[in-house]
T-cell receptor, first 115, second 115 residues
Framework: EDKVVQSPLSLVVHEGDTVTLNCSYE??????LLWYKQEKKAPTFLFML????IEKKSGRLSSILDKKELSSILNITATQTGDSAIYLC???????????????FGQGTILTVHP | KAGVTQTPRYLIKTRGQQVTLSCSPI?????VSWYQQTPGQGLQFLFE???????NKGNFPGRFSGRQFSNSRSEMNVSTLELGDSALYLC??????????????FGPGTRLTVT
């Protein structure tokens, strides 16, 4: 069964700090890894990483996929209080059979940024 | 472009009752996946629909069912509600649900409380 483990489970930092969130996975026939940010509502999409796109960046957020180590990191630089949220990592297996539309999520990392 | 919408946003039901939740995907998206989110289990996959067909199902009892209409809108039904069904139910839409370039976008969720 597919498995995703995130670490740390929670993190408290001050504004301006840089944080690194970790995600490791076990999945049959890996297709993609996704990062989401969840505040008090629906998860919002951040990045999708695949074999053909192992590094993504958007503003202060960036993510790298290490297919050899079966892991990914999400970096946030110059953190702001608005970055406080749960960060979710999910993996998607290749299409077909029992894979359609199914993301397997990690437990999430709760990030708290203090002023 | 409008996002994924879900109705109702909040629902309180009594044990033994049944409930129907609705999800309208992003225009043009044909795949709808449903997830249950609880503090203890995190986000867990319920099922996925594409072109009115259920293509994938998670490990939930038969009390959980769903369907999709020709306009891609989807409903999920939970019969004989139990206290443990209290959760945030999220639906997500994607273009095809086959992975690769087609990431999932989540709706705001329906918060179901069973008393």
């Amino acid at each position: 069964e597919d498995k995703v483990v995130q670490s740390p489970l929670s993190l408290v930092v001050h504004e301006g700090d840089t944080v690194t969130l970790n995600c490791s996975y076990e999945v049959t026939n890996f297709r993609s890894l996704l990062w989401y940010k969840q505040e008090k509502k629906a998860p919002t999409f951040l990045f999708m990483l695949t074999s053909s796109g192992i590094e993504k960046k958007s503003g202060r957020l960036s993510s790298i996929l290490d297919k050899k180590e079966l892991s990914s990191i999400l970096n946030i630089t110059a953190t702001q209080t608005g970055d406080s949220a749960i960060y979710l990592c999910a993996v998607e297996p290749s299409a077909g059979g029992t894979s359609y539309g199914k993301l397997t999520f990690g437990q999430g990392t709760i990030l708290t940024v203090h002023p | 472009k409008a996002g994924v919408t879900q109705t109702p946003r909040y629902l309180i039901k009594t044990r033994g009752q049944q409930v129907t939740l609705s999800c309208s995907p992003i225009s043009g998206h044909r795949s709808v996946s449903w997830y249950q989110q609880t503090p203890g289990q995190g986000l867990q996959f319920l099922f996925e629909y594409f072109s009115e067909t259920q293509r994938n199902k998670g490990n939930f009892p038969g009390r959980f069912s769903g369907r999709q209409f020709s306009n891609s809108r989807s409903e999920m039904n939970v019969s004989t509600l139990e206290l443990g069904d209290s959760a945030l139910y999220l639906c997500a839409s994607s273009l095809t649900g086959t992975g690769g370039s087609y990431e999932q976008y989540f709706g705001p969720g329906t918060r179901l409380t069973v008393t």
